[in-house]
C-alpha cells in the first residue's frame, strides 16, 4: 500500500543533543511537509518541500531545519532541542494538483 | 486571515448514539476548501473528507456525514450509530487557493470524541 513513513514512531533525546527525525513516501508526492504538534493541541506547519523547493514558515525557529534527499525521503533536524521542543511531529505529503494531505504515523519526541 | 473555530473540545457518547461535531470557519477567500480529519491514539491523521467552497451539497459516507452551510460558515460532521472505534481527536480544517503548491491547512483545535460501549 502507498504510504507515509515516519521512523522512529517514538524518539527521546537530550536537552541540547540534535536530534533527525524521518520521513518517506511512497506516494510519488512531489510535495511533502512537517507539523509539530503539542499536546491538545492542532498541528501547526513548520516548513514544506515543492520537490527541492524549501518554504519555511515564518515563525519557525531557526533550530528547526529539514532536508530532501529525493523525492521520497524528508528529515526534520532540530539543532539543539529544548524541553519545549517535545511534541510529536508529523510528515504529510500531497499532489501539487491536489489539496489533500496524507498524513505518517507520527514521531513522538521526548526531551530529556 | 483564516479560522477555524471548534467550540466543542470534549465530548462522550455511548455506543449506537448519533453525534455531530461542530465547525465554524472564517476566510475572505472567495474559493477555499474545507476538511475534516481524524487522528486515532496511534497519533496519525486521517483524511476524511474535502469539500469546495463552491460545492454545499452535503455528503453521505456510511454512518458519516457532513452539512456544509455557507451561510452560516459551517461545516458540522455527524456520526450516526457511533461505535466505539470512533474513539478520537476530530479535526476540522481550512486551506484557501494554493500558494504555490502549497495547500495551507488551517486547523481548528479539535474535538476529542469518546465513544463507551
Known amino acids: 500500500d502507498a504510504m507515509v513513513i515516519q521512523n522512529p514512531r517514538y524518539q527521546v533525546t537530550q536537552f541540547g543533543k540534535p536530534v533527525t527525525l524521518s520521513c518517506s513516501q511512497t506516494l510519488n508526492h512531489n510535495v511533502m511537509y512537517w507539523y509539530q504538534q503539542k499536546s491538545s493541541q492542532a498541528p501547526k506547519l513548520l516548513f514544506h518541500y515543492y520537490d527541492k523547493d524549501f518554504n519555511n514558515e515564518a515563525d519557525t525557529p531557526d533550530n528547526f531545519q529539514s532536508r530532501r534527499p529525493n523525492t521520497s525521503f524528508c528529515f526534520l533536524d532540530i539543532r539543539s532541542p529544548g524541553l519545549g521542543d517535545a511534541a510529536m511531529y508529523l510528515c504529510a505529503t500531497s499532489r501539487e494538483d491536489s489539496y489533500e494531505q496524507y498524513f505518517g504515523p507520527g514521531t513522538r519526541l521526548t526531551v530529556t | 486571515a483564516q479560522k477555524v473555530t471548534q467550540a466543542q473540545t470534549e465530548i462522550s457518547v455511548v455506543e449506537k448514539e448519533d453525534v455531530t461535531l461542530d465547525c465554524v470557519y472564517e476566510?475572505?477567500?472567495?474559493?477555499?476548501?474545507l476538511f475534516w480529519y481524524k487522528q486515532p491514539p496511534s497519533g496519525e491523521l486521517v483524511f476524511l473528507i474535502r469539500?469546495?467552497?463552491?460545492?454545499?451539497q452535503n455528503e453521505i459516507s456510511g454512518r458519516y456525514s457532513w452539512n456544509f452551510q455557507k451561510s452560516t460558515s459551517s461545516f458540522n460532521f455527524t456520526i450516526t450509530a457511533s461505535q466505539v472505534v470512533d474513539s478520537a481527536v476530530y479535526f476540522c480544517a481550512l486551506s484557501g487557493r494554493k500558494d504555490g503548491a502549497n495547500s495551507k491547512l488551517t486547523f481548528g483545535k479539535g474535538i476529542t470524541l469518546s465513544v463507551r460501549p
Open positions: 469539500r469546495n467552497s463552491f460545492d454545499e
Open positions: 476566510t475572505r477567500d472567495t474559493t477555499y476548501y
